[in-house]
């Protein structure tokens, strides 16, 4: 049963009808609330990962550069796939999404080394910047109004014209 949870939880985004519905595991002492239409449950992926930050502390470091770092998924955790590391963060859309991530690794002589990790959105939602909401594309949205085309603008004649344009003399 926990397995199939799991793989469903794991399995998303799930959209109903274009709209994603989130799924997060349940823990005793949970809070039900409405999420904000910013933060949304998304999958990364994090590629080019330093075999030292293959651990908790360190995916949920990394992860913290682009969200708050949910969990990882099972084969994550198991370290059968090398190749990048998935984690579920939660993000504000709102907010500019990062395609990598710096990280400094400690070295043994004291010093750091910078790493670039980078950043793979597995699915974002459709942001509307009419209404700043999630869930439908600008073209959908009831509150966008597209301009009019100008088809004709009269002009009136001022009173001070030449009366006809040429070279001057």
């Not at 997060?24 to 609330?33: D, N, S, T």
């Amino acid at each position: 049963m926990e397995a199939a949870m799991e793989e469903v939880i794991e399995g998303g985004p799930w959209l109903f009808q274009g709209q994603p519905i989130i799924l997060q595991k349940w823990e005793p002492g949970m809070a039900l609330r409405k999420l904000k239409h910013t933060q949304v449950p998304v999958w990364i992926k994090l590629r080019h990962l330093p075999v030292e930050l293959w651990t908790t502390d360190g995916l949920s470091t990394v992860a913290s550069g682009i969200g708050k770092p949910l969990y990882p998924d099972a084969i994550t955790r198991a370290c059968t796939r090398l190749d990048f590391a998935r984690v579920c963060v939660m993000l504000d859309i709102s907010s500019k999404l990062p395609r990598h991530v710096i990280i400094m690794i400690p070295l043994e002589n004291g010093g750091e080394s910078a790493c670039k990790v980078d950043v793979e959105y597995e699915w974002l939602p459709p942001k509307c910047t009419s209404c700043h909401s999630l869930g439908h594309a600008t073209s959908a949205c009831i509150l966008h109004k597209p301009p009019k085309p100008v088809v004709a603008v009269y002009v009136q004649k001022p009173k001070h014209v030449a009366p006809r344009l040429g070279p001057d003399r």
